[in-house]
C-alpha cells in the first residue's frame, strides 16, 4: 500500500507558476512510476505527466509540453510538478498517482493508488 499526499495547490494568476509535490509513503517509492493527472469541473480526469522510477522516461500530455516538468527525489520520496507559464484552462483538480512498476504510463487505469487532489486555479 503506498499513501499519497499532494501540496503546493492555490490560486494564480495566467503566466504563473506553482510548484506541486506529492509525498508518499508507505511501501518503497522508488520502486515505482508516478504519474499527475488532472480533473477539471465537468471534465473527465485526463493525463498530465509521468516518470519511471529513476527518472529516465518522462511523458507529457502535448497541453502542458514545454511549460510543466515533472521529476522526483526518491530520497525523499516525493514527486514534483513544476508548472510554468499557467493558463485558465489549467485550472483543474491535481492528483497524484503510483503504479506498482517501474515503467511510467500515461493510462489513469494504470496507476493504483492515488492521492487526494490539490486544487489550481489559474485566473484570467
Known amino acids: 500500500q503506498v499513501q499519497l499526499v499532494e501540496s503546493g495547490g492555490g490560486l494564480v494568476q495566467a503566466g504563473d507558476s506553482l510548484r506541486l509535490s506529492c509525498a508518499a509513503s508507505g511501501r518503497t517509492f522508488s520502486n515505482y512510476a508516478m504519474g499527475w493527472f488532472r480533473q477539471a469541473p465537468g471534465k473527465e480526469r485526463e493525463f498530465v505527466a509521468a516518470?519511471?522510477?529513476?527518472?529516465?522516461?518522462?511523458y507529457y500530455a502535448d497541453s502542458v509540453k514545454g511549460r510543466f516538468t515533472i521529476s522526483r527525489d526518491n530520497a525523499k520520496n516525493t514527486v514534483y510538478l513544476q508548472m510554468n507559464s499557467l493558463k485558465p484552462e489549467d485550472t483543474a483538480v491535481y492528483y497524484c498517482?503510483?503504479?506498482?512498476?517501474?515503467?511510467?504510463?500515461?493510462?489513469?487505469?494504470?496507476?493504483?493508488?492515488w492521492g487526494q487532489g490539490t486544487q489550481v486555479t489559474v485566473s484570467s
Open positions: 516518470i519511471s522510477w529513476r527518472g529516465g522516461s518522462i
Open positions: 498517482a503510483a503504479r506498482g512498476s517501474t515503467a511510467a504510463a500515461t493510462s489513469g487505469p494504470a496507476y493504483a493508488y
